[in-house]
């Protein structure tokens, strides 16, 4: 399983980028994937996942409303709309991917319960 991050880039505050996360290995029939940050001072924190077969979506409180995460057709990426952004979302943005057969619900606290990790995009949001 490998899983390559890309879209992130510098936008400036209220702009929008979209992550794509694509899983060779990987099918979001049976996989649940999450979006994690690592934040300095805080760690990794979840930002947002899918449960696998795209049952449901979770967002942390700080992005509801402005990221959305979907699933493409093929079922091997998932995206992360990111809109409204703001200079405290800059990070680098992580996508990580799990086996599992519960179609409601996927971790999002720290990653701890998922198994293949991509290498990250930056992100950077300037004021």
């Known amino acids: 399983v490998q899983l390559v991050e890309s879209g992130g880039g510098l936008v400036q505050t209220g702009g929008s980028l979209r992550l794509s996360c694509v899983g060779l290995g990987v099918n979001t029939d049976d996989h649940a994937i999450g979006w994690f940050r690592q934040v300095p001072g805080r760690g990794r924190e979840g930002v947002s996942c899918v449960a696998s077969g795209g049952g449901a979506t979770y967002y942390q409180d700080p992005v509801k409303g402005r990221f959305t995460t979907s699933i493409s057709d093929a079922k091997n990426t998932v995206y992360m709309q990111m809109n409204t952004l703001k200079p405290e979302d800059t990070t680098v943005y992580y996508c990580?991917?799990?086996?599992?057969?519960?179609?409601?619900?996927?971790?999002?606290?720290?990653?701890?319960?998922?198994?293949?990790w991509g290498q990250g995009t930056q992100v950077t949001v300037s004021s």
């Open positions: 990580a991917a799990q086996i599992s057969e519960n179609h409601n619900y996927c971790e999002l606290d720290f990653g701890s319960e998922y198994s293949y």
